[in-house]
């Protein structure tokens, strides 16, 4: 079964630092996502992406954050300077269409840890 | 404002019994619901959605049922077993406002008991 990967699966920063968090979405899909969790809590969308940019966004996903697909295959969340408040579990999610015939399928989640 | 949110943090079944799980939703623009699965470690998992012109919708062992009047969406889960233990989610689109962003409740923990 087609499955959406995330590297790493952990990674520990200090805070200030730099991180790019990778996603391998799956092959035929048109529609990709960043969503987190913070721990305990609920999962919380940060961007979408279609056509090589993005087609929406939320309030958390400031001027720190970006997105990329920089081939055909990966689909990339850089954060450049990262904060304590940015410790959370990234998903990384993808769907063939959007709207409601659109089921998002998600990774297994990049966790973060900033010091 | 908008909101999913769910009644019971936490549900404890026996093993075998049905389940409900609950959530209440507050954006009237909402027209497209779904309910995931969360188990520990992992992603998210689709398990069903419903549309807002329909009222129930049935799956393998799962029922999602709507009621738009008072904005309230459940999770019905025949027969649970141990494998069902997990955090389940509601999340709502509103297509109608062009927000296609899913916004998820705040989760409810199943804990199925032997």
């Known amino acids: 079964e087609p499955e959406v990967t995330q590297t790493p699966s952990h990674q520990v920063t200090q805070m200030g630092q730099e991180v790019i968090l990778r996603c391998v979405p799956i092959?035929?899909?048109?529609?990709f996502y960043w969503y987190r969790q913070i721990l305990g809590q609920k999962v919380e969308f940060l961007v979408s992406f279609y056509n090589n940019e993005i087609s929406e966004k939320s309030e958390i996903f400031d001027d720190q954050f970006s997105v990329e697909r920089p081939d055909g295959s990966n689909f990339t969340l850089k954060i450049r300077s990262t904060k304590l408040e940015d410790s959370a579990m990234y998903f990384c999610?993808?769907?063939?269409?959007?709207?409601?015939?659109?089921?998002?399928?998600f990774g297994e989640g990049s966790r973060l840890t900033v010091l | 404002g908008e909101s999913v949110g769910l009644h019971l943090p936490t549900l404890s079944v026996q093993e075998g019994d049905n389940s409900i799980i609950n959530c209440a939703y507050s954006?009237?623009?909402?027209?497209?619901f779904i309910w995931y699965k969360q188990e520990s470690g992992k992603g998210p998992q689709f398990i069903i959605d419903?549309?807002?012109?329909?009222d129930k919708r049935q799956g393998q062992r799962v029922t999602v049922l709507l009621n738009k009047t008072v904005k309230h969406l459940s999770l019905q889960i025949a027969a649970t077993q141990p494998g069902d233990s997990a955090v389940y989610f509601c999340a709502d689109q509103g297509m109608d406002t062009g927000r296609r962003a899913l916004t998820f409740g705040s989760g409810t923990r199943l804990q199925v008991q032997p």
């Open positions: 419903i549309r807002s012109n329909m």
């Open positions: 092959s035929n899909h048109l529609y």
């Open positions: 954006n009237s623009a909402s027209d497209y």
């Open positions: 999610a993808s769907s063939l269409t959007s709207g409601s015939t659109g089921e998002l399928f």
